[in-house]
C-alpha cells in the first residue's frame, strides 16, 4: 500500500497547501498520525472514499516526503484517484479501503 502527497497548489492563508492521501483509510489514518496530524483535519465525502485526504502545508509535505509518502503531481493525484473511482464504482478491482 501507498501513501501519497500531490505538489502544493493552493495558496490560503499565507501559506501553499497540497493533499495526503492513501490507497486505504487505515493507512492515510495511520501515516496522518506519525505526521502528527489531528483526525478532525480528516476530509471525507461519504460514499466516495476516492476523495479522503488531510491537507498539509508546504513544510508538512516535506517531511511527510521524507517519511516515505510518495510525490506526485496534482495531474498524477487526480488520474489516480479517477481511476481508484472507476473501480469502485464498477465493482471490480481493489478499489479503496480494500485489502490488497
Do not use: C, N
Not at 12 to 31: K, N, P, Y
Not at 61 to 87: D, H, N
Amino acid at each position: 500500500m501507498s501513501v501519497y502527497v500531490d505538489e502544493p497548489f493552493v495558496e490560503s492563508r499565507g501559506q501553499r497547501w497540497s493533499h495526503l492521501t492513501a490507497d486505504s483509510v487505515d493507512e492515510l489514518h495511520a501515516f496522518a498520525k506519525r505526521l502528527g496530524l489531528l483526525r478532525q483535519s480528516f476530509q471525507t465525502t461519504p460514499g466516495k472514499p476516492w476523495k479522503d485526504h488531510y491537507d498539509l502545508t508546504e513544510s508538512t509535505r516535506e517531511r511527510a516526503v521524507r517519511m516515505g509518502a510518495i510525490p506526485e503531481s496534482a495531474k498524477g493525484g487526480v488520474a489516480r484517484r479517477r481511476e481508484a473511482r472507476r473501480e469502485t464504482r464498477e465493482g471490480h478491482g481493489r478499489g479503496f479501503g480494500a485489502p490488497r
